[in-house]
């Protein structure tokens, strides 16, 4: 029987690596992890900062690696914003996952104010980065290896802080949104729902921005509910 195929698009400074401690928790799932220009398998190509690029970039990845329905996408942080608008093209282009499943982020919003650290300053953006985790403190306390890093990490956090998303449309799958409960912008998870037209369910984890590394089976849980949502909806 064939496996739903799952699309795991990463945060600002991941790779085709960066979930690997969920896999073990996703044995029902054929899962691809697109990586992004500038790292791992693609470290020879130009690294990206325009959102529309990005998303151009995965949706070419996604579009050629299908094997049919029903296929999932879920994205975490920057990733949660390319899940959103990789959605809406796929489904403008007639593909149509069974649902969206976003994290550590509240969503596109026009008021909503954001740190741009793309442009902080090298020492401000070092400190930043220490305090919302998730990078290995070997490499921020390695002035070469953070040399190496560093591009990168401002390129991604360009592409996902000018990300230009507005509230002009909806998309058909459903939405499962996830954040930590220390997180900025937590109490506005809610966000998400104006994106969809269909169901919207959302809640929050204990711990920061990286709170997924302390809940792999829980997000294992939620895709695999959004699974058996969609094949009961399809039964009905």
């Known amino acids: 029987m064939k496996k739903p195929q799952l699309f795991l698009l990463h945060f600002a400074g991941g790779n085709a690596w960066s979930f690997d401690f969920l896999k073990p928790y996703l044995q029902n ?9 500038g790292r791992g398998k693609r470290m020879a190509e130009p690294l990206l900062t325009e959102f529309s690029q990005g998303v151009a970039d995965v949706y070419q990845h996604v579009t050629g690696k299908l094997s049919g329905p029903p296929f999932f996408i879920y994205g975490h942080s920057m990733g949660a914003y390319l899940t959103l608008k990789l959605g809406h093209m796929l489904e403008q282009n007639g593909y149509r996952p ?11 919003h ?11 300053p090298h020492h ?34 360009e592409l996902s802080e000018e990300h230009g998303l507005i509230q002009d449309f909806a998309v058909k799958a459903p939405i499962y949104a996830m954040m930590g409960t220390e997180e900025e912008g937590a109490g506005n998870i809610a966000n998400w729902q104006r994106f969809t037209a269909s169901w919207f369910r959302y809640e929050t984890l204990p711990g ?8 792999p089976e829980r997000i294992a849980a939620v895709i695999n509910y ?7 909806f399809q039964h009905l």
């Not at 069974?98 to 596109?108: E, K, R, T, W, Y």
């Not at 920061?208 to 809940?215: M, S």
């Not at 959004?226 to 009961?232: E, G, H, L």
């Open 29 to 37: 799932f054929d899962v691809v992890v697109p990586e992004l220009p």
């Open 98 to 108: 069974a649902a969206l499943i976003v994290s550590g982020n509240a969503g596109p």
């Open 110 to 120: 026009p008021e909503a104010t954001r740190k741009k650290y793309y442009r902080m």
């Open 124 to 157: 401000v953006f070092l400190k930043e980065l220490e305090e919302l985790g998730g990078i290995p403190p070997d490499i921020l306390s390695n002035p070469e290896y953070f040399e190496y890093f560093e591009p990168m990490l401002r390129a991604d956090f």
């Open 208 to 215: 920061g921005h990286f709170f997924i590394h302390h809940h």
């Open 226 to 232: 959004c699974y058996r949502s969609a094949t009961n």
